[in-house]
């Protein structure tokens, strides 16, 4: 059993920055930013394995890393719209990155607005 605690939510202005953090209680091979806005189905913004990979409508804008060291992974998001508005979730996977939403572990999510 893995626990994810996510952080660095908030409003900021278009065209901003924010960065979104990820602790896990413990180690994974496999961490992912996902978002839901409302009406909307959920959506895998980032990955990052044993390789990165990005939504189309993020790349370019964001960064997805990690720090082993303490189970933590990161989503620096940059020159925001107002289109990436919704909650933010963390998700974790122990052994592989999984199709789709298909991973076990989950946090509680964090708002992100984008405003003019």
């Known amino acids: 059993q893995v626990q994810l605690e996510e952080s660095g939510g908030g409003s900021v202005q278009v065209g901003g920055s924010l960065t979104l953090s990820c602790v896990a209680s413990?180690?994974?091979?496999?961490m992912a930013w996902f978002r839901q806005a409302p009406g909307k189905e959920r959506e895998k913004v980032a990955q990052?394995?044993?390789?990165?990979h990005y939504a189309d409508s993020v790349k370019g804008r964001f960064n997805i890393s990690r720090d082993n060291a303490k189970n933590a992974v990161y989503l620096q998001m940059n020159s925001l719209k107002p289109e990436d508005t919704a909650t933010y979730y963390c998700a974790a996977a122990l052994y592989s990155c999984l199709p789709g939403n298909n991973f076990p572990y989950w946090g509680q999510g964090t708002q992100v607005t984008v405003g003019s």
């Open positions: 990052r394995g044993q390789h990165t």
């Open positions: 413990g180690s994974a091979y496999c």
